[in-house]
């Protein structure tokens, strides 16, 4: 099992900058690639950025490409989402989400792919 607890989320203006961290815990040997994705309210889950473990091979949605950075620390076992330039329309629940076996087929934004979720952290970008 692998346990995954995301921080740093909070209130911030539109156009102001947010760094989320998350953190595993657990049999952290066993992940393959780390993503985060975000939920509004009345809204579906949405896919956001994703990265390889080992390689660093980075996935962005369009809506956030240029403004957003995902990154990882292995010897921290920790991936990190910088968020700059944050818009109203960035506000939604943020949860970072792990791919813990091997997968043929790599479709990072696809929530079935991955195997192990955090609780989340709230974004709230204010006009």
């Known amino acids: 099992q692998v346990q995954l607890v995301e921080s740093g989320g909070g209130l911030v203006q539109a156009g102001g900058s947010l760094r989320l961290s998350c953190a595993a815990s657990?049999?952290?040997?066993?992940?393959?690639?780390m993503g985060w994705f975000r939920q509004a309210p009345g809204k579906e889950r949405e896919f956001v950025a994703a990265?390889?473990?080992?390689?660093?091979?980075?996935y962005y949605a369009d809506s956030v490409k240029g403004r957003f950075t995902i990154s990882v620390d292995n010897a921290k076992n920790t991936v990190y989402l910088q968020m700059n330039s944050l818009k109203p329309e960035d506000t939604a629940v943020y949860s970072c989400?792990?791919?813990?076996?091997?997968?043929?087929?790599?479709?990072?934004?696809?929530?079935?792919?991955?195997?192990?979720w955090g609780q989340g952290t709230q974004v709230t970008a204010s006009s």
């Open positions: 990265i390889s473990w080992s390689s660093s091979n980075t």
């Open positions: 657990g049999r952290t040997l066993s992940i393959y690639r």
């Open positions: 989400a792990a791919v813990g076996r091997f997968r043929s087929t790599w479709v990072p934004d696809a929530p079935t792919q991955y195997d192990y």
